[in-house]
């Protein structure tokens, strides 16, 4: 089927997501939308999934929002209403975040004659619960097959996805994600006091966080675990979980079991993350395998916060141990314990350590460099 020829001045672009979740792949797409030129593209988005918090910060970007979200598993009138849309808006690039949004999006692209089809690959496929999925496996597969390009956020994404989904490697790039320097950057005091008297939390202690949904593969049991050990020997040290999820109850149960209620606090779902993370002194992301390339990671380096994370997805590509971050072995309280005692009882080396955090954002992982790789591939004239 031969695309319509588009005599229009801006380049139309629809993006299709899986559902408005308060997920990194979701931010990062919300933050690219809100970076294009609109005198040059004209972006639409279409959701094929749940609805969800970060829906209304979609809606105010004041771009055209299409609802087409499935009533059952194999529901067929989303992939029409795609189809249907792109045909009458003559898109010429469709480009597809998450899972069934690759899939639907991308088969109703290939059969409208899009021109140009990326997906966002922002998952790891190694420990990926759903890798064993016979359905998702090939539907995947045949995506590929279907799409022009995919552009994975690490390397690790990339070789997981030609070892796991036997992916051509020529159609895969990498694009790492890129922080907003803008947003996230020292120089928050203000912040820091604020937030901390809300909190009931002292200048003088030490306020460790993490900002990750509530979920298995997020390994929040394991840092509770293993801050309950080091907790009897740093009684200024506290933890704040900012991100909410199916685990919320049974991870406060244990903090309860633990008797660290007045150390631990759960923040929910927040918009401030900024803010929040100018308050904290150390940054740990207890993640297990499956993550693509934690963006939040790069958001508190940018703070200029220390970092202790799991040696899972991209995170190796970002750091190096003991000089801008502290890697640990994922599900392993013992190596994390270790680390948060030497991080909370060193000053000096968790003050360096964020410092050269800064350093490697600013150098490597600005969000300019992010959104100027995605408008050079909007830009083919011909398909990639």
């Known amino acids: 089927m031969t695309h319509r020829i588009n005599n229009k001045s801006r380049k139309q672009i629809l993006q299709v997501v899986d559902g408005f979740r308060m997920g990194g792949a979701e931010n990062k797409l919300l933050e690219l939308i809100e970076r294009l030129d609109c005198n040059k593209y004209k972006v639409m988005l279409a959701n094929v999934g749940p609805g969800g918090p970060l829906q209304s910060q979609f809606e105010e970007l004041g771009i055209e929002i299409f609802n087409f979200s499935r009533k059952w598993a194999f529901d067929p009138k989303p992939f029409y209403q795609l189809y249907q ?21 991308t088969l109703a692209a290939k059969c409208a004659g899009v021109r140009l089809i990326v997906s966002w690959e922002t998952v790891s496929h190694s420990g990926d619960p759903y890798h064993n999925n016979f359905q998702r496996r090939n539907g995947y597969r045949l995506m590929a097959k279907l799409s022009n390009l ?10 997981s996805l030609i070892r796991h989904r036997r992916i051509n490697p020529s159609k895969i790039r990498v694009i790492h994600y890129g922080v907003d320097l803008d947003k996230f950057h020292p120089n928050g005091n203000q912040a820091r ?10 200048p003088d202690s030490i306020l460790i966080g993490s900002v990750a949904r509530l979920e298995p593969w997020k390994g929040h049991s394991v840092f509770i675990e293993a801050f309950a050990e080091v907790a009897p020997r740093f009684s200024n040290a506290h933890v704040v979980f900012i991100g ?27 918009k401030d993350i900024a803010d929040l993370l100018h308050c904290i002194d150390l940054f740990v992301l207890s993640s297990l395998p499956g993550e693509g390339l934690p963006n939040v990671l790069l958001e508190a380096m940018a703070c200029k916060k220390s970092v202790i994370a799991t040696n899972v997805g991209g995170v190796p590509e970002l750091v190096r141990d003991g000089i801008n971050i502290h890697i640990v072995p994922s599900s392993n309280k013992k190596a994390l314990g270790l680390a948060l005692e030497k991080m909370l009882g060193d000053n000096a080396h968790l003050q360096l350590l964020g410092e050269n955090a800064l350093t490697t954002v600013q150098r490597e992982f600005s969000l300019k460099n992010q959104i100027s790789a995605f408008k050079e591939i909007f830009d083919q004239s011909h398909p990639i």
């Open 193 to 202: 006091i604020s937030k901390r008297k809300a909190m009931n939390i002292t």
């Open 244 to 270: 909410d999820g199916s685990l919320r109850a049974k991870l406060e149960s244990m903090v309860k079991d633990y008797d660290l209620q007045n150390r631990i606090q759960f923040l929910g779902i927040r």
């Open 85 to 105: 849309l792109m045909r009458e808006r003559r898109i010429d690039v469709v480009q597809t975040t998450l899972f069934w949004a690759d899939f639907i999006g």
């Open 150 to 159: 995919i552009v994975a956020v690490s390397h690790e994404v990339k070789y």
